[in-house]
């Protein structure tokens, strides 16, 4: 069971809140991103150009491509960077706590391809083990969401995946990457552009709704 705050609703989207690693262009990224010294950016940008495991290939797409040299911001959705996975969701402790899922650096890349606005966004997670935790295997719910801001905030493209993580017997935590490779809206004015903002962050709900069978009419009397 999952214990979350926050959500992530369509038609409120809430203001992002400040992290400790800035999101990242792909261009200039310098933080850390694993132990053989690449940076997360570098390893982004190296996954764009041979393609990635984690992430379906994107749509073919016919005509011109053009890449942006601005990009919306990305940020994490309040109270979407963490996820705290316990034994008992209901009266959750520190002893009962099994896993503790975060998100850490960011980057995306746009492209202007056959008018439309072709964006990707990849993320690096960190999954903790507790002292209730065991290795196996989890699914992560991440989602991404391409909102245009203002009085009233709209979401243009969301699209949820379940990342499957693998923790090895003897570690205590393990880092994962997922890389959005299918946000593709048509390409807006100047003016919305700059009112757009690509949100990351962990939705279990909205993966325990996606799960949950649909509801069996009764058979018609008569």
């Given at each position: 069971?999952?214990?979350?705050?926050?959500g992530?609703?369509?038609?409120?989207?809430?203001?992002a809140?400040?992290?400790?690693a800035?999101a990242?262009?792909?261009?200039g990224c310098?933080?850390?991103g694993?132990?053989?010294?690449?940076s997360f950016?570098?390893?982004f940008s190296q996954a764009m150009?041979?393609?990635?495991?984690t992430?379906?290939?994107p749509p073919?797409?016919t005509?011109?491509?053009?890449?942006l040299?601005?990009?919306?911001?990305?940020?994490i959705?309040?109270?979407?960077g963490t996820?705290?996975?316990?034994?008992?969701?209901?009266?959750?402790?520190?002893?009962?706590?099994r896993?503790q899922?975060?998100?850490?650096?960011?980057?995306?890349?746009?492209?202007n391809?056959a008018g439309?606005?072709?964006?990707?966004?990849g993320?690096q997670?960190?999954?903790?083990?507790g002292?209730a935790g065991?290795?196996?295997t989890?699914?992560v719910p991440v989602?991404y969401?391409?909102?245009e801001?203002g009085?009233q905030?709209?979401?243009?493209?969301s699209?949820?995946?379940?990342?499957?993580v693998?923790i090895?017997e003897?570690?205590?935590?393990v880092?994962f990457t997922h890389i959005e490779e299918e946000?593709?809206?048509?390409?807006p004015s100047?003016?919305?552009?700059?009112?757009?903002?690509i949100?990351v962050g962990?939705?279990?709900?909205?993966s325990?709704?996606?799960?949950?069978?649909?509801?069996k009419r009764p058979?018609?009397?008569g």
């Amino acid at each position: 069971m999952y214990r979350v705050t926050g959500g992530w609703g369509r038609r409120r989207i809430f203001a992002a809140m400040p992290v400790a690693a800035l999101a990242l262009a792909v261009a200039g990224c310098s933080s850390s991103g694993g132990g053989d010294g690449t940076s997360f950016g570098e390893r982004f940008s190296q996954a764009m150009a041979t393609g990635t495991p984690t992430a379906p290939a994107p749509p073919s797409t016919t005509g011109a491509s053009t890449t942006l040299d601005t990009c919306p911001n990305v940020d994490i959705r309040r109270g979407a960077g963490t996820i705290a996975i316990n034994t008992n969701a209901r009266e959750p402790s520190a002893m009962q706590l099994r896993y503790q899922i975060s998100v850490g650096e960011m980057a995306r890349e746009c492209a202007n391809v056959a008018g439309n606005l072709n964006i990707k966004v990849g993320m690096q997670g960190r999954i903790v083990l507790g002292p209730a935790g065991t290795p196996g295997t989890i699914e992560v719910p991440v989602r991404y969401a391409l909102v245009e801001e203002g009085p009233q905030p709209k979401t243009v493209y969301s699209k949820l995946y379940r990342v499957p993580v693998t923790i090895s017997e003897g570690q205590p935590s393990v880092a994962f990457t997922h890389i959005e490779e299918e946000m593709s809206v048509p390409m807006p004015s100047p003016t919305v552009f700059d009112r757009y903002v690509i949100y990351v962050g962990f939705d279990p709900l909205g993966s325990a709704q996606e799960r949950r069978p649909a509801k069996k009419r009764p058979p018609r009397q008569g």
